[in-house]
């Protein structure tokens, strides 16, 4: 009944470009603050950008900033991670989740997705 899917992960070459899509099904998507995590290999999961139920965003990753940006469409039940400049250290595993709120926690975070790996080559 509810779910959560990310779409648009990939192989690209450092400088690259890619879109992530956040689907949401069983409910409606616009009512929450939608949040990208990512999780490395051998590293804690982390946040990375939200954007409010109102569109407004919040930015979790210095290392993201001028490179990665969110937005959503309402009509289509869906928010996207829109990523430029790609880097080796961007490869992991990216999360889409849905929340009251962008608080950059995970546990504030009540509806996830499975993850798309988005893997960037030197």
């Known amino acids: 009944q509810v779910q959560v899917v990310e779409s648009g992960g990939g192989l690209v070459r450092s400088g690259g470009s890619l879109r992530l899509s956040c689907a949401a099904s069983g409910f409606t998507l616009g009512y929450?603050?939608?949040?990208?995590?990512?999780?490395?290999p051998g590293k804690e999961r982390e946040g990375v950008l939200c954007i409010?139920?109102?569109?407004?965003?919040?930015?979790?990753?210095?290392?993201?900033?001028?490179?990665?940006?969110?937005?959503?469409?309402?009509?289509?039940?869906?928010?996207?991670?829109?990523?430029?400049?790609?880097?080796?250290?961007?490869?992991?595993?990216?999360?889409?989740?849905?929340s009251g709120y962008c608080s950059g926690y995970a546990y504030e975070f009540r509806y996830w997705g499975q993850g798309t790996q988005v893997t960037v080559s030197a």
């Open 32 to 40: 929450y603050a939608i949040g990208w995590f990512r999780q490395a």
């Open 52 to 98: 409010s139920s109102s569109g407004g965003s919040t930015n979790y990753a210095d290392s993201v900033k001028g490179r990665f940006t969110i937005s959503r469409n309402n009509a289509k039940n869906t928010v996207y991670l829109q990523m430029n400049s790609l880097k080796p250290e961007d490869t992991a595993v990216y999360y889409c989740a849905a």
